[in-house]
């Protein structure tokens, strides 16, 4: 008899492959595609296509280049999720080259060239993001407003949506407005109070439309952390990070600031927490680093959105964090049974 | 009874339990199979000694092997009858390897040998009952095998505060310790009160998963019926919770440090089996030679545990399991989750086999092609010794030893539960396993050139000390050449005179037995020199190795040594002395003696003196320049030695000056040519000090050159060097004022 001679273990828990936690975390992505779709029409799912298409084709040319088998890297869904959440990122309706540009930069530069799934030091979906943002601000910051607020008083239907991403849509002013981040960051003069009273981005209808963008992501995130795909660690530590910072400046300077709620509720707070900066491979790996390096993003969020260029800063928070990752693995290394303190740093040796 | 308090330990994993399957069945007991086959090594530690030749006959229960060496085992026939080989069969071993087996055939006639029980066990001494057991083959039989009784002796060294009985069998599948829990309830509880006897632990404590509800039952109604004060602990089920460090932190919230044993923190932990073993072999004095293994996985019809001889081929138990062959895709010694693979079911069942799994492909598939690890951290979650498996694994993949190695890889156990859990089914603990023997190679290596290069400092200080020896010796005779040449001279005449007289018989006839002792005598001192040489040898070898113990131990006998030749040394000079006429005699030249020639012999003798004592100047002025070239300390010692030295060299000029045949040289003869002697091994000595010196300060400053930043600590160690010198120096100065002391005295 042949028998398989094998190292153990010789059992393996059924059905968690690599390509099902990818699956899941797209699947988690679906409540808050939908709220995006029901606010702003139809642009998000045409951006989800695009990119789907572009994802893959630039992972299988990069791929047949580096002479790996095509089909089975392209079955862990990695490139996909990598599209998915670009197509999230992107306003809905971003031109389709900046959705090609942005989706194909992060699976070529960021990810294949270090050696494809695994090997990336940065969030791909967030260098392409990155990219795009600094490459093409104007579209870059053409996000839709919700119909009730706009000037048109209608959402884009879907040939509107297909014109604008394709083509040009002349009367595609009368549909957009500024985030609400947005309005609050140009808010110039007025002070907090007077701000939310007249800037139409602050009023209620358009900073409800972002609180239920929010509350879907927050649900998939908590389907993630069901089906234990992330830890809480990171996603709580950005959050409470978020959470604090603002709260603290809130209470000291309550009529410049925006309030905690605000905060957490506007923007890709909660998508950023959730799905962004829980990407295993560019984030940090022990327990105790994912709470630093959650904390950082959310300091750097809060930064970047009072302080910074941009209105909103989960990728460049999520970006500049993974620079730190490596080193901050190094000094929060769980302590192992047996030992009394936990090895720390980058000095091979020193035991106990 | 269940209101212990249960810890917890970090991560673990629920894999399917598969246990219901075997147990089904009652206990099995297979027939007699054709042979038995009993490797020498079921045990951790050397294989045992046969005892038996082929073609004996032997009795079930007799001793076949013995052990050897401390950590080792006795092996006992588990049937009558004869032993047909003693060959290489292959064994149930991970890398499919054939050991040296002793295989039986049996009659059938199952004879028991004569059983000695120690029914007064209560009263003996725990060695005596713990030497019976290891009389009896009793191995750890939950997996590794560990004899006993070095496990028993071993739980002394610290008290025992817990006495840890482990029935977790956290492994899927594995359900012999169930089994033998309800079967031997009271022969368990037994034999751990009988360990615990031998222990005095204050608690003992038996660890058991939830998923044994009859095992616990059983025994919580026979410690009730025995009004035992041994605590039965529940434990959560959760693998690997049967792992010794695992269940330690479960029972107790102790954590056994990294790199020590559970005895190390007063704790003993024991598999069930064993301590029905124990019971067995004292209560009814069997010998360890049948266990309870689990046969059980989808390609055997009748899954179900068996009582079964040592040494049953796997092939008899799979077919009384009933196996359809073209089922079977693997078959595994162990769980699924430690076991190991067999290439064949002639491997026989040893001590520590507790199950064997014939898997089916559609129970246990091929694993899934290898994905990229994408750090999510699942394994983390799920390794129970906090390790990192991710960031190990990076380090595995790239070969960076120490990196791994600083993140705990020595730390991983081995439990499977990261490969369990990985989506990438990436085999983790493969990678584990290779980079620990490519670290433990290393180190090998590293040790291996560490001595080498140990050895060759050693050499080439030794080499400098030997040449500077030679040289200065060489040295010696040239001078002592030169002075003989004009005291040959010089005696020419006088010997031409005492040729012309006549012989002296009754001379001759006293000479041979005088002769004789001198003889003795020097060939004493050969022997004597040649012994304190290879002494001062071996105490600068250790001194190179800084073996402390060896080096006190050394300088006891090299200065008893040196003693007992200045010992020899005086005794000859006295035979030389007691018999003046000796050394004409030796020389047939001088066989003739007239009543001067004591008087010209002494004036030779003289002589001779003198150019040694002039010799060893030189030697001493050597010395001290080498010292002065060196290093301060020493340089006072040398330079008032060599202040002696010009003293008696001196005086013995002195007294050669004045030829008069008076007594005075003659006396001081003996005595100067002791301390002469006893001089040049001082300055042997001295040189090898200097030698052993420079190699150490030269070793030191090439530290001091080669990394700067510990340039405070190498000084000091300099200093410390130089102190331990002057310190060195003192006490031999001291040795030779004693020595001179003597001199004088004798």
Not at chain 2, 31 to 55: D, F
Not at chain 2, 234 to 248: A, C, D, F, M
Not at chain 2, 387 to 400: A, D, H, N, T, Y
Request: hydrophobic share 40%.
């Amino acid at each position: 008899m042949a028998l398989l001679r094998i190292t153990s273990p010789h059992t393996q828990r059924a059905g968690r492959r690599t390509s099902w936690v990818m699956q899941m975390v797209i699947y988690a992505t679906l409540p808050g595609i939908i709220v995006q779709t029901w606010l702003f029409g139809w642009g998000t799912v045409i951006n989800l296509a695009i990119a789907g298409v572009a994802a893959l084709l630039s992972e299988a040319a990069i791929l047949a280049m580096r002479r790996r088998p095509i089909r089975f890297f392209l079955q862990d869904y990695s490139a996909l999720l990598t599209a998915v959440l670009l197509g999230i990122a992107l306003p809905p309706t971003v031109p389709w080259w900046v959705t090609v540009t942005a989706v194909s930069f992060a699976i070529v530069f960021a990810k294949q060239i270090y050696g494809g799934l695994g090997n990336n030091p940065f969030n791909p979906a967030m260098v392409g993001y990155a990219i795009v943002l600094v490459s093409f601000p104007v579209p870059m910051s053409q996000w839709l407003g919700v119909s009730s607020v706009v000037a048109s008083g209608e959402m884009l239907s879907f040939s509107q949506s297909l014109q604008a991403i394709f083509h040009q849509l002349p009367v595609i002013d009368s549909y957009t407005m500024a985030t609400p981040l947005d309005g609050f960051k140009h808010k110039e003069l007025l002070d907090s109070q007077s701000a939310f009273e007249t800037l139409p981005a602050l009023q209620a209808a358009s900073i409800d439309s972002w609180l239920w963008v929010n509350l879907a992501y927050l649900m998939g995130g908590l389907a993630l952390l069901w089906l234990r795909i992330i830890t809480w660690h990171t996603p709580a530590a950005l959050l409470g990070a978020l959470l604090v910072m603002s709260g603290l400046f809130y209470v000291f300077d309550t009529s410049n600031a925006a309030s905690p709620f605000f905060h957490l509720t506007t923007g890709a707070a909660m998508f950023g927490a959730f799905f962004i900066a829980t990407d295993p491979v560019s984030s940090c790996t022990s327990n105790r680093g994912k709470l630093i390096y959650g904390a950082g993003i959310g300091i750097l969020i809060y930064i970047i959105r009072t302080w910074g260029g941009y209105p909103d800063g989960v990728a460049f928070g999520v970006l500049l964090m993974n620079f730190a990752a490596p080193l901050i693995d190094y000094y929060t290394q769980p302590r192992t049974y047996g030992h009394k303190k936990a090895k720390t740093g980058l000095k091979i040796g020193g035991d106990h | 009874m269940q209101t212990a308090q249960v810890f917890s330990f970090h991560g673990g994993i629920h894999p399917e339990e598969n246990k219901t399957q075997s147990l089904q069945l009652p206990l099995g007991k297979p027939s007699l199979p054709k042979e038995l086959i009993l490797p020498l090594s079921q045990h951790i530690g050397q294989a045992s000694v046969p005892l038996v030749a082929i073609g004996d006959q032997v009795l079930k229960g007799a001793p076949i092997a013995a052990n050897n060496g401390l950590l080792s085992s006795h092996l006992h026939a588990p049937t009558s009858g004869t032993i047909t080989a003693i060959e290489s069969r292959p064994i149930a071993h991970p890398s499919g390897l054939s050991d040296l087996c002793i295989v039986l055939q049996p009659d059938g006639k199952e004879t028991w040998t004569e059983l000695k029980p120690l029914p007064n066990w209560q009263q003996l001494d725990a060695t005596e009952v713990i030497s019976h057991l290891a009389d009896m083959g009793i191995v750890g039989m939950g997996g590794a095998g560990f004899p006993t009784q070095v496990k028993l002796q071993g739980a002394h060294k610290k008290p025992l505060s817990h006495f840890i009985i482990n029935a977790a069998e956290c492994e899927p599948y594995i359900t012999s310790d169930d089994t033998l829990i309800r079967e031997k309830t009271r022969e368990l509880v037994l034999g751990i009160e009988l360990f615990q006897h031998l222990v005095q632990a204050e608690q003992v404590t038996i660890g058991i998963e939830d998923n044994k509800p009859t095992a616990i039952a059983a025994l919580n109604k026979t410690l009730t019926e025995c009004n035992s004060k041994i605590q039965l602990v529940v434990v959560p089920t959760k693998y690997p919770s049967g792992g010794e460090r695992q269940l330690i932190q479960l029972l107790t919230g102790q954590e056994v440090p990294s790199g020590q044993y559970p005895a190390d923190i007063g704790i003993l932990c024991q598999n069930v089996g064993t301590c029905v073993a124990g019971y067995e072999a004292v209560y009814l004095g069997k010998p360890l030679i049948s266990r309870i293994t689990t046969l059980t996985g989808k390609a055997l019809n009748a899954p179900q545990n068996v009582d079964v001889l040592l040494g049953t081929p796997v092939a008899h138990l799979l077919a009384y399991a009933d196996l359809q062959e073209k089922q079977l895709n693997r078959l595994i010694i162990g769980g699924p989750m430690m076991g190991y693979t067999l290439d064949s079911a002639a491997v026989p069942i040893v001590k520590t086999t507790n199950c064997i799994l014939a898997a089916n492909k559609k129970e246990l598939p091929a694993p899934a092609p290898e994905q990229a690890c994408i750090r999510c951290g699942m394994c983390e979650q799920a390794c129970p010794a906090s390790l990192l498996p991710q960031q190990l694994l990076w380090f595995s993949k790239s070969q960076e030893l120490e990196k791994a190695e600083h993140y705990n890889l020595f730390d991983c156990i081995e439990c499977g539960a990261c490969s369990y859990v990985c989506p990438s089914s990436i085999p983790l603990v493969q990678y584990y396993r290779h980079t620990k023997s490519s670290i433990r190679d290393a180190r090998e290596a590293a040790v291996k050139s560490d001595l080498a290069k140990q050895r060759f400092e050693a050499r080439k200080a030794r080499q400098d000390a030997e040449a500077a020896e030679k040289e200065a010796k060489r040295l010696a005779r040239q001078q002592a050449s030169a002075s003989k040449a004009v005291q040959t001279k010089k005696t020419a005449p006088a010997t031409k005179t005492t040729e012309k007289s006549a012989l002296n018989a009754s001379n001759s006839e006293a000479a041979p037995q005088i002769n004789d002792t001198t003889k003795k005598l020097k060939v004493d001192v050969a022997i004597g020199k040649s012994k304190l040489k290879k002494l001062q040898k071996q105490l600068v070898e250790a001194q190179e190795d800084e073996r402390l113990e060896d080096i006190s131990a050394l300088q006891l006998h090299v200065s008893e040594q040196e003693k007992a030749l200045v010992e020899l040394e005086t005794e000859l000079a006295k035979a030389v002395k007691a018999n003046p006429t000796k050394k004409p005699s030796d020389t047939p030249d001088n066989s003739v003696e007239k009543a001067k020639a004591p008087a010209n012999d002494a004036l030779k003798k003289a002589k001779i003196d003198a150019a040694i004592a002039k010799a060893a100047v030189k030697k001493v002025e050597k010395a001290l320049k080498k010292a002065e070239e060196l290093q301060a300390p020493e340089v006072d010692a040398i330079r008032q030695q060599l202040a002696d030295a010009k003293k008696r060299a001196d005086e013995l000029e002195k007294v050669l000056d004045n030829p008069s045949p008076s007594t005075p040289p003659t006396e001081q003869k003996p005595a100067v040519s002791a301390a002469q002697l006893d001089l040049a091994s001082q300055v042997k000595k001295e040189k090898i000090a200097v030698a052993l010196a420079k190699a150490k300060i030269n070793k030191l400053n090439k530290r001091l050159a080669s990394s700067p930043e510990d340039a405070e600590t190498v000084s000091k160690d300099i200093e410390a060097a130089q102190q331990q010198l002057v310190q060195a120096e003192s006490l031999l100065a001291t040795l030779i004022e004693s020595q001179h002391n003597s001199q004088e005295t004798s």
